[in-house]
């Protein structure tokens, strides 16, 4: 079974901290997402990776950066958090040339306050 | 306009109803079609998927493309409680397009 993790469930941070997100696969896949989930907005991508120290922005990358060293792993930064970034963080992976199946972490649900 | 409409609901039904979630679109791109399901606090999780237009069954799932009109839908027949879910259609071309999700609740 593929799997795929993400290092924390719920996290509570104030606002202007620095904020690493962390996401690892087991399965050797290339492409790596991170999506952030709003409710009535659904799935909204940040980022993504091709391959390892690859990365292309998503549809909303403002105030966020990544980092991919690993193959295996994929993390989301936030500089400095603010309140409007307090949601459902999604990671996903998928296997290059995969036209239809991501496979998605558990989320981590962040609170900026 | 967006690129993936879903109605939020929530729909709520009976136990043992016919449901049926849609999705329209706008980029006549799209090719792979897909739902995933997503429990409470947990990813979504891909449920079907249909290349172009047509039909797709799966034992109490049936999920339906027509691009001539950019609507795909997903029928779920004798729905049951563990049915209760968010259901996001999602396509893709270039790019990776999720709708908002519905959300389902069967009632025992």
């Known amino acids: 079974d593929v799997k795929v993790t993400q290092s924390s469930r719920y996290l509570v941070k104030r606002t202007g901290e620095k904020v690493f997100l962390e996401c690892v696969q087991d399965?050797?896949?290339?492409?790596m997402f991170w999506y952030r989930q709003d409710p009535g907005l659904g799935l909204r991508l940040i980022y993504f990776?091709?391959?390892?120290?690859?990365?292309e922005k998503g549809d909303i990358p403002e105030g966020y950066s990544v980092s991919r060293e690993k193959k295996e792993r994929f993390s989301l930064i936030l500089e400095s958090a603010s309140t409007n970034q307090t949601s459902m963080y999604l990671c996903?992976?998928?296997?290059?040339?995969?036209?239809?199946?991501?496979?998605f972490g558990p989320g981590t649900r962040l609170t900026v306050t | 306009q967006k690129e993936v409409e879903q109605d939020p609901g929530p729909l709520s039904v009976p136990e043992g109803a016919i449901v049926s979630l849609n999705c329209t679109y706008s980029?006549?791109?799209?090719?792979?079609f897909m739902w995933y399901r997503q429990y409470s606090r947990k990813g979504p999780e891909l449920l079907m998927y249909?290349?172009?237009?047509g039909n797709k069954e799966d034992g109490r799932f049936t999920a339906q493309v027509d691009k001539s009109s950019k609507y795909i839908s997903l029928f779920i027949r004798d729905s049951q409680p563990s049915d209760s879910a968010t259901y996001l259609c999602?396509?893709?071309?270039?790019?990776?397009?999720f709708g908002p999700g519905t959300r389902l609740s069967v009632l025992p």
């Open positions: 990776s091709y391959d390892v120290k690859m990365k």
């Open positions: 999602a396509m893709t071309g270039q790019n990776f397009v």
């Open positions: 996903a992976s998928r296997v290059q040339g995969g036209s239809y199946e991501q496979y």
């Open positions: 399965m050797d896949h290339e492409n």
């Open positions: 980029n006549s791109a799209f090719q792979y």
């Open positions: 249909t290349y172009s237009s």
